[in-house]
Every structure is written in structure tokens, then in C-alpha cells.
């Protein structure tokens, strides 16, 4: 059984760094290019941030260019969000999520397997 469970989220102020984990379990990790996106309240999924099964290419979205930072541990099977000079809009519903591919994942439709999501909630 495929598990991605989502840890890390919370409450922060406008300008604290927050770190996302995804334990995933069931999977051979190391085969798999993985990915993090967000539901803010009344808007649609939205791709965050993807790395490729061994970690040498990152794709963002503009908004989290130069804050955020995907990486993952193929030995411990994590992945990480690292999010620094947090934002009001930044918050939503934050999902890791994992592709049956080599390749940059950036479309949702490319993930397999999905995690319950974790809240971040960043206040002004």
C-alpha cells in the first residue's frame, strides 16, 4: 500500500521559513519524480514545485522562485519543501505528491499517488 503523508505545517507570520516533509512508503522512491502543490481557499490546485527521481533538476512556479526549495532524501524516502519569507498567499492546503517518471513533472495529471495534504497558514 502507497502511503505520502504530509508533516511540517502550521501557522507562521509574513517572513518565517516554514519546512514540509512527505514520508513515503509502499514505493520504490528512487523511481519516482515527486512534486508539492497547493489549494489556497476558493482557487484551483496549483502546482508548487517538482524535482526528478534523483534530485538533479527542480521546476517552480514563479510566485515561490527564489523562497522555496524542493529536495529529497532517496535513503530516508522524503521529500522537503523548504519555505522561506513566507506570505500571506502563500496559505493553503499543501499536497507531495508522486510520478511514475524520469522526467519534470508539472502537470497534476502526471502524479500517481497523492498525499491528505498539510495546512499552512501565514498571517500579515
Known amino acids: 500500500q502507497v502511503q505520502l503523508v504530509e508533516s511540517g505545517g502550521g501557522l507562521a507570520q509574513a517572513g518565517d521559513s516554514l519546512r514540509l516533509s512527505c514520508a513515503i512508503s509502499g514505493l520504490t522512491f528512487s523511481t519516482y519524480s515527486m512534486g508539492w502543490f497547493r489549494r489556497a481557499p476558493g482557487k484551483e490546485r496549483e502546482f508548487v514545485a517538482a524535482i526528478t527521481w534523483g534530485g538533479a533538476r527542480t521546476s517552480y512556479v514563479d510566485s515561490v522562485k527564489g523562497r522555496f526549495t524542493i529536495s529529497r532524501d532517496n535513503a530516508k524516502s522524503t521529500m522537503y519543501l523548504q519555505m522561506n519569507n513566507l506570505k500571506p498567499e502563500d496559505t493553503a492546503v499543501y499536497y507531495c505528491?508522486?510520478?511514475?517518471?524520469?522526467?519534470?513533472?508539472?502537470?497534476?495529471?502526471?502524479?500517481?499517488?497523492w498525499g491528505q495534504g498539510t495546512q499552512v497558514t501565514v498571517s500579515s
Open positions: 505528491a508522486a510520478a511514475r517518471t524520469r522526467q519534470l513533472p508539472i502537470s497534476a495529471g502526471e502524479y500517481v499517488y
